[in-house]
Nanobody
Framework: QVQLVESGGGLVQPGGSLRLSCAAS????????IGWFRQAPGKEREGVSC????????YYLDSVKGRFTISRDNAKNTVYLQMNSLKPEDTAVYYC??????????????????????WGQGTQVTVSS
């Protein structure tokens, strides 16, 4: 069964950290571009970060640059999103997605839902004091 499963979300105070995981089953993540997206209540989904499948080039939403880091562990078939210095505006449901075909540059951040082959079910991140 092909699926992506996110984990690691939770409640954290402003300035805190969380590490999200995106574990794949039924396929190998190292052949896929992986994107992290988020959607806050009443807002549109936005691309947060992505990592290309061949050369591991990473891209970030401007508002998370310097705070978030995407990485992959092919041996564990998992992609991570390390989130530091969290802010209340980072509160959202975070989703990971996988696409076999590559993207041009940072198009992986702006891609539509149908542009990715697989999506996870999401994990809630709440940043609040």
């Amino acid at each position: 069964q092909v699926q992506l499963v996110e984990s690691g979300g939770g409640l954290v105070q402003p300035g805190g950290s969380l590490r999200l995981s995106c574990a794949a089953s039924g396929f190998s993540l190292d052949y896929y571009t992986i994107g992290w997206f988020r959607q806050a209540p009443g807002k549109e989904r936005e691309g947060v970060s992505c990592i290309s499948k061949r050369d591991g080039i990473t891209y970030y939403l401007d508002s998370v640059k310097g705070r978030f880091t995407i990485s992959r562990d092919n041996a564990k078939n998992t992609v991570y999103l390390q989130m530091n210095s969290l802010k209340p505006e980072d509160t959202a449901v975070y989703y990971c997605a996988a696409r076999f075909l590559g993207f041009s540059g940072n198009d992986c951040l702006a891609a539509a839902r149908l542009d990715y082959d697989y999506w996870g079910q999401g994990t809630q991140v709440t940043v609040s004091s």
